[in-house]
């Protein structure tokens, strides 16, 4: 009975060290750092997705994001989720969610408090409601915006119109 206690002790173990730790970071920016990505003449689809901890529908469709960060990871398609909560919520809010949720697209906190400084430069139409998603290929001069909650079909369907 104590070497089938030490073997079940051992693999145990073993698995443990295996498993690779939760290691997802959140980068905080402020709107000129994304806005320099938004220039970068770059030959990437970059599929990005304006959320927060406590908005449903942007909950609901955050696994869709994420399926499409797996598919498409080897291609040039990038998937970044850009959290509007509040900085002050990064450590308790957003990383716990984040870690509880096993989140592996790249992960970044929108520090800036007043939406009216930068919503209307994301896109005119964009009232800031969330969830709301953006997608672009600057090489390919592609643009399209999305208030609202994606769709999985939807978002297949997008990347697959726009991604080189």
């Known amino acids: 009975m104590m070497k089938l206690k030490l073997f079940a002790f051992a693999l145990l ?16 920016i402020k709107y000129q750092d994304f806005e320099k990505l938004r220039q970068l003449p770059h030959d ?7 959320w927060a901890t406590w908005c449903g529908p942007c909950v609901k469709e955050l696994p869709y994001f994420e399926t499409a960060h797996k598919q498409y990871k080897d291609q040039p398609v990038k998937v970044l989720l850009v959290s509007m909560d509040a900085v002050q919520d990064l450590e308790k809010r957003v990383k716990t969610f984040a870690k509880k949720r096993g989140l592996q697209s790249e992960l970044l906190l929108l520090d800036e408090p007043d939406g009216n400084t930068f919503i209307d430069k994301v896109d005119p139409k964009w009232t800031g409601a969330i969830p709301a998603t953006i997608m672009f290929n600057n090489k390919r001069n592609t643009y399209y915006f999305l208030e609202g909650e994606m769709k999985q079909e939807q978002l297949e369907q997008l990347i697959q119109q726009y991604k080189p």
């Open 44 to 50: 990437t689809l970059y599929v990005v997705n304006f």
């Open 13 to 28: 173990l073993s698995l443990a060290a295996t498993k690779p730790a939760w290691s997802q970071e959140v980068e905080v």
